[in-house]
């Protein structure tokens, strides 16, 4: 959702754990661009309290009773405009990360990531970026990898990783690989900077809108 420039970035947190929920709020409320304009305890109550309050980002467990996260992230994300949104969960990877990635998740955090990465993770999805905990991204990856693709993934797959520049594929392969940026600066030998902007339009590239995907593209494109 669009806002003014110097207004506070609304946030919702759905979650069925009360202390879980508290947790959050403190943690949000200490950053004084983010102002928590709501809470629910199930799917549900969520999704009506997103229809009345209307924030920029979502806080979401992934596992609720009365109506579990992914289906109401397939239900937010259905709205003429939806919230961007931030899956929370106590594991580090599991099936329903994928399928909530596919339907439109902005982002996936363990409940046990530090504070300020929570704050962070915040601003960068309502900026509209993605972010994914590193060891959630980790272990996605290396579940990719052991799958076979299906033969039309890999001509597609194939198709849009030739345009990719050399060092562009570079930045890939080590993408695809599970490598922060900072690994991937400091082995290729770039600033920050610029291993940000190559990954960017990789991403474009290779039509993709996270890292997750971008591994799994140049896994089917046989460049891993």
Same mark, same amino acid.
């Given at each position: 959702?669009?806002?003014?420039?110097?207004?506070?970035?609304?946030? $919702?947190?759905?979650? !069925?754990?009360?202390?879980?929920?508290?947790?959050? +709020?403190?943690?949000?409320?200490?950053?004084?661009?983010?102002? $928590?304009?709501?809470?629910?305890? !199930?799917?549900?109550?969520?999704?009506?309290?997103?229809?009345?309050?209307?924030?920029?980002? $979502?806080?979401?467990?992934?596992?609720?009773?009365?109506?579990?996260?992914?289906?109401?992230? /397939?239900?937010?994300?259905?709205?003429?405009?939806?919230? #961007?949104?931030?899956?929370?969960?106590?594991?580090?990877?599991?099936?329903?990360?994928?399928?909530?990635?596919? !339907?439109? +998740? &902005?982002?996936?955090?363990? #409940?046990?990531?530090?504070?300020?990465? =929570?704050?962070?993770?915040?601003?960068?999805? @309502?900026?509209?970026?993605?972010?994914?905990?590193? &060891?959630?991204?980790?272990?996605?990856?290396?579940?990719?990898?052991?799958?076979?693709?299906?033969?039309?993934? *890999?001509?597609?797959?194939?198709?849009?990783?030739?345009?990719?520049?050399?060092?562009?594929?570079?930045?890939? =392969?080590?993408?695809?690989?599970?490598?922060?940026?900072?690994?991937?600066?400091?082995?290729?030998?770039?600033?920050?900077?610029? *291993?940000?902007?190559?990954?960017?339009? =990789?991403?474009? #590239?290779?039509? $993709?809108?996270?890292?997750?995907?971008? @591994?799994?593209?140049?896994?089917?494109? /046989?460049?891993?």
């Amino acid at each position: 959702m669009n806002q003014p420039a110097d207004a506070p970035i609304r946030v $919702v947190i759905i979650d !069925d754990d009360a202390l879980v929920r508290t947790a959050l +709020a403190m943690i949000l409320r200490d950053d004084t661009t983010i102002e $928590v304009v709501g809470e629910a305890a !199930d799917g549900q109550a969520g999704l009506d309290l997103v229809g009345r309050v209307a924030p920029d980002v $979502v806080l979401m467990d992934i596992r609720m009773p009365r109506l579990d996260g992914l289906e109401a992230l /397939g239900r937010l994300m259905a709205r003429p405009v939806p919230a #961007k949104v931030i899956m929370l969960t106590t594991f580090d990877a599991d099936d329903l990360v994928l399928r909530a990635l596919g !339907d439109g +998740a &902005s982002g996936f955090l363990l #409940k046990h990531t530090p504070p300020a990465e =929570i704050v962070a993770a915040v601003h960068r999805v @309502a900026a509209g970026e993605h972010m994914l905990s590193p &060891s959630v991204t980790a272990q996605l990856i290396a579940r990719l990898r052991k799958t076979a693709p299906e033969p039309q993934r *890999v001509l597609q797959a194939q198709a849009l990783a030739v345009t990719l520049t050399d060092r562009e594929r570079d930045v890939a =392969i080590a993408v695809g690989e599970g490598k922060l940026n900072a690994q991937i600066a400091a082995e290729l030998h770039l600033s920050m900077a610029t *291993v940000k902007a190559h990954v960017s339009r =990789i991403m474009t #590239k290779l039509v $993709v809108t996270n890292r997750v995907q971008l @591994a799994n593209r140049i896994h089917d494109a /046989g460049l891993l």
